[in-house]
């Protein structure tokens, strides 16, 4: 079982666990609580929750399992712990205004650690079941779909080459959104008017497949090459963002307008409005 790791959910950490074995990922249910229901005491909502569950006879409080993550005081603590699948029935017993979205980030988490042993098709019908009931269009959810399995090839290539997760990850992401676009993630994001939303989930379908090019370019010269450490990784990043950023300028002079712009897909013209 791989160690605890923080995921984030507006800017809200989830503490989880990615169960090698039994391919899953393990959330703790009482920060799921403290994200959905924003209540001062979520400890306290979950036991009476729990309570409440088993009074009407539901007997999911009693299959989820527990493990042991790190608290704040650094120390580690038994603490419930909820699958993906058993969250979403979770969440049903939860009055919240962010189940949606906090289903379309759960779908996200299990879309991102996706591989041949396990069975993608459900976690990608979830997936574009949420984006469809967030308004985004057909067309534009087979990119984001795609954009999320290229993504993992490429941190895939990176872990292989002993870069190291979060940082550096950050690092070559920026390097490559720098190069193909002009624009790093941060100025990016600024760019769009975006703060805690997702810059992919916001991104035209034109800048996705320009993304998802500069990232499957370098995921492909990794393959390639005997690529090792940041360093090395840092190069290869250019090259391949570079690739996209050809095809950017080429695209802009055929049509004449900028492909970066400051709209994001779920304005009107860019996506089904419900």
Same mark, same amino acid.
């Given at each position: 079982?791989d160690k605890?790791?923080?995921?984030?959910?507006?800017?809200?950490?989830?503490?989880?666990?990615?169960?090698?074995e039994k391919?899953e990922?393990?959330?703790? #249910?009482?920060?799921? #609580?403290?994200?959905?229901?924003?209540?001062?005491?979520?400890?306290?909502?979950?036991?009476?929750?729990?309570?409440?569950l088993?009074e009407?006879?539901?007997?999911?409080?009693?299959?989820l399992?527990?493990?042991?993550m790190?608290?704040d005081?650094?120390?580690?603590?038994?603490?419930?712990?909820?699958?993906?699948?058993?969250?979403?029935?979770?969440?049903?017993?939860?009055?919240?205004p962010?189940?949606e979205?906090?289903?379309?980030?759960?779908?996200?988490?299990g879309?991102?650690?996706?591989?041949?042993?396990?069975?993608?098709?459900?976690?990608?019908?979830?997936?574009?079941k949420q984006?469809?009931?967030l308004?985004?269009?057909?067309?534009?959810i087979?990119?984001?779909?795609?954009?999320i399995?290229?993504?993992?090839e490429?941190?895939?290539?990176?872990?292989?080459?002993?870069?190291?997760?979060?940082?550096?990850?950050?690092i070559?992401?920026?390097?490559?959104?720098?190069?193909?676009?002009?624009?790093?993630?941060?100025?990016y994001?600024?760019?769009?008017?975006l703060?805690?939303?997702?810059?992919?989930?916001n991104m035209?379908?034109?800048?996705?497949?320009?993304?998802?090019?500069a990232?499957?370019?370098?995921?492909?010269?990794?393959?390639?090459?005997?690529?090792?450490?940041?360093?090395?990784?840092?190069?290869?990043?250019?090259?391949?963002?570079?690739?996209?950023?050809?095809?950017?300028?080429?695209?802009?002079?055929?049509?004449?307008?900028?492909?970066?712009?400051?709209?994001?897909?779920?304005?009107?013209?860019?996506?089904?409005?419900?």
């Amino acid at each position: 079982m791989d160690k605890n790791k923080i995921q984030s959910f507006e800017n809200k950490k989830v503490r989880s666990i990615w169960d090698a074995e039994k391919e899953e990922w393990f959330f703790s #249910v009482v920060d799921v #609580v403290a994200v959905l229901t924003d209540s001062p005491r979520p400890r306290k909502y979950w036991n009476a929750l729990k309570t409440k569950l088993k009074e009407e006879g539901s007997e999911l409080s009693q299959e989820l399992g527990q493990l042991k993550m790190q608290s704040d005081d650094g120390k580690y603590y038994l603490t419930d712990v909820a699958t993906a699948k058993q969250l979403l029935r979770l969440i049903q017993s939860i009055p919240s205004p962010k189940a949606e979205p906090f289903k379309l980030w759960l779908a996200q988490i299990g879309s991102e650690r996706l591989d041949s042993s396990q069975n993608p098709e459900l976690t990608i019908e979830l997936a574009m079941k949420q984006y469809k009931q967030l308004g985004y269009s057909d067309e534009w959810i087979n990119l984001r779909l795609q954009s999320i399995k290229t993504r993992k090839e490429l941190t895939d290539e990176w872990n292989k080459s002993g870069v190291k997760e979060n940082l550096e990850y950050a690092i070559l992401t920026n390097i490559m959104s720098k190069e193909w676009s002009g624009k790093t993630i941060a100025d990016y994001k600024k760019f769009k008017n975006l703060k805690k939303e997702s810059l992919r989930d916001n991104m035209t379908s034109l800048e996705l497949v320009l993304n998802m090019l500069a990232e499957a370019t370098t995921s492909e010269i990794h393959k390639n090459k005997k690529v090792e450490g940041l360093e090395q990784s840092k190069v290869v990043a250019k090259q391949g963002a570079g690739v996209a950023k050809t095809a950017r300028i080429a695209t802009e002079k055929l049509t004449g307008k900028p492909v970066v712009n400051s709209k994001n897909a779920k304005l009107p013209g860019n996506v089904k409005q419900e």
